[in-house]
């Protein structure tokens, strides 16, 4: 239920979070002492050695969540990193940091029901309960991807590690780039979500430069599922030939070319004129070679 203390972790308890905030912030003592205060305050005691010993609860432990869990979420979106611990166990000030990565020093985000940096994007999610200290992070960032420690100030601190790898949603129009529709057919259009964690707040499609979800005058209509929008429109027109992009909040758009062929032509008349191209581009070359074979052979 819970990591066993790292040798690291088997400090005293002020020796502990001046270390942590020093490496953080590389502040000055006047900038590590309300920090202090605030864990000080929260048990009511001015003694560091005191305040160990009153919120220590040595034989059991303190998180509920699972330890060395993953969390996938994508750029854009918001997630919770998850952080029970048990209602009765004494537990002391509860913190969420950012492990030392890539060259970056250990990042202290929260301590207590407070945000520690300044960065409105981390905080603990509302409303606060005693046994819930999840960290909320609104929006996620590409570079939010990294490990994660909740921590309790027990002696010594005991702490659950949450993975987070941040990933780059898209949106996909099903089948080709080019699509091929008969005038006063229906067309459809098919737009997947791609690498998505959570549902976007729209997904919104466009003819050209124009959005259309509510033209349903034109016999314009969009429905949503959790894997993505079809759009559908009724007895299309030469006119909504264009471009048509499906653009999700927070993802990457995706675009094809539609061609609604006039009534007195189909798919197939489309296909059977690029081969006439062909075949009289040949037919071209062949002529224009023809003189130069005839002179060859009456050479002979």
Known sequence: MYSEPNQDYNLKFSDCWETRIRHHRNHDEEHLEPVRTELLTSSGTTNSKELVDEV???DGPVFRSRNNSVMYAHAGSTTSLSCQIFKDVQHGV????LLAQEGQP??????GDSSYI????????KPIRHDQWNLLIKPVEIEDSGTYECQATTHPPQSIMVKLIVLEAYAEIIGTKEKVFKSESN?????????????PDFIFWYHNNRMIN???????SVVEDSNGST?????????????????????????VVVTILAESKSANALQDNKVSGVLRSSMHSFLCFLPAVLFIVSSF
């Not at 067309?187 to 549902?199: N, P, R, S, Y």
């Not at 509510?214 to 314009?220: A, E, H, K, L």
């Not at 909040?249 to 675009?255: L, Y």
């Open 118 to 125: 300044d960065n409105l994007r981390f905080s603990i999610e």
């Open 56 to 58: 220590v609860d040595k």
């Open 106 to 111: 250990y990042t202290l985000l929260t301590v």
């Open 94 to 97: 509860i913190t969420w940091g």
């Open 231 to 255: 759009l559908t429109i009724s007895s299309v027109s030469v006119s909504q030939s264009g471009n048509y992009t499906c653009k999700p909040s927070n993802m990457k758009p995706d675009s």
């Open 214 to 220: 509510y033209d349903t005058d034109r016999g314009i």
């Open 187 to 199: 067309l459809q259009l098919v737009c997947a979500l791609q690498k998505a964690t959570a549902k």
